[in-house]
């Protein structure tokens, strides 16, 4: 365990305005608002503040009653993470009902490829055969090990942690311990190549949640995998932390911009994953972190929605002028999990 130096009235005023901001924003039932509404859920976790709660519990009401899609993608399904935090504090057998329809779709209907991984998908259409990409850590494999952690369900977390496994062996660079973007299993290639600082974000932080959720994660063979993967990522991502405190866009590249929403997910899985060495890579990227959000609680400088780009002048540019729901999900998330283990 380690603490952290920060003040938690300054945390808890920004998880309020960041919150109260996103809920303006115009999400509908898709990955940016699941990851937006996962960083609420986790503060409303942490704080007990049941006006957290009531904010995500409107606008999923109100999104239900409106008329949900026919089919489920794997973005779509980032949406679950809110849906288990409505159904645990409320009860209401439709929140789990949406649940287990997604997990149903991810077990019986997704496509896959190789040995049972699931490829990413943004539509209903084929749109990248046989990919997979960092951000599925996230929409899915994160969703189904919370799913069969809840249920006991053997099978489901072992497939939550087959995703894990084999996005590690495809997108982790054994030499650097960065991960890429995505990889193409029809022509067994990284495609551009690049260490793309949101795809690190995905996976750093969602590896930090298995041992942080699966009870006696040490009997899980793959667990093992998870946890030399994430050590190692950790490891070379603190050296690459900008004097600011925060990542870049490409993380090695040091004309790529500072993101913010790859600093929120690196420095949250530092906090989750809680080993001493980091303790000043944290507290530097909380000043940075909160130089980046404003009175109103818009969270600045997040990269645009991000396909794997061809060449890296594609990541460089894109756009970080706009409000997007996973910057303010993730920075959500990294002061939730701050107020866990401060001083």
Not at 159 to 178: T, V
Request: charged content about 20%; some cysteine.
């Amino acid at each position: 365990m380690i603490t952290i130096e920060a003040n938690a009235e300054v945390l808890i005023t920004k998880i309020n305005k960041i919150a109260e901001r996103t809920i303006l924003m115009d999400l509908t039932w898709d990955w940016p608002t699941g990851v937006a509404y996962y960083g609420i859920c986790r503060a409303y976790e942490v704080t007990g503040d049941e006006n957290l709660l009531e904010l995500v519990k409107t606008r999923v009401d109100e999104l239900i009653d409106l008329g949900l899609h026919s089919e489920w993608t794997v973005n779509r399904c980032a949406m679950g993470h809110c849906l288990i935090t409505l159904y645990e504090a409320t009860a209401d057998q439709k929140y789990w009902d949406l649940v287990m329809s997604k997990i149903d779709y991810l077990q019986n209907k997704a496509l896959r490829f190789g040995d049972g991984v699931l490829q990413h998908t943004v539509s209903s259409k084929n749109d990248f055969p046989e990919q997979a990409w960092a951000d599925t850590l996230f929409m899915a494999a994160f969703f189904m090990l919370r799913v069969g952690v809840i249920n006991k369900d053997e099978a489901l977390i072992n497939d939550a942690l087959n995703q894990y496994y084999w996005h590690i062996k495809y997108l982790q660079n054994r030499e650097n311990g960065l991960f890429y973007h995505g990889y193409d299993h029809t022509i067994k290639s990284n495609l551009s190549g690049f260490f793309w600082g949101r795809a690190n974000a995905w996976a750093a932080y969602t590896m930090s949640q298995v041992g942080a959720r699966l009870p006696q994660a040490y009997l899980y063979p793959k667990f093992m995998d998870v946890q030399g993967s994430l050590d190692e990522q950790l490891a070379a991502l603190k050296l690459l932390q900008t004097d600011d405190g925060l990542w870049r866009t490409i993380l090695d590249d040091e004309e790529s911009y500072e993101e913010i929403s790859a600093t929120a997910g690196i420095a949250a899985a530092m906090v989750v994953k809680r080993n001493p060495l980091h303790k000043k890579y944290i507290e530097k990227a909380v000043h940075g972190m909160l130089e980046n959000v404003t009175d109103d609680g818009r969270v600045l400088n997040v990269s645009g929605g991000t396909a794997v780009m061809r060449d890296l002048a594609g990541y460089r540019d894109i756009s970080k002028d706009w409000l997007q729901g996973w910057g303010q999900g993730l920075a959500l998330t990294f002061f939730a999990e701050l107020l866990v283990c401060l001083d």
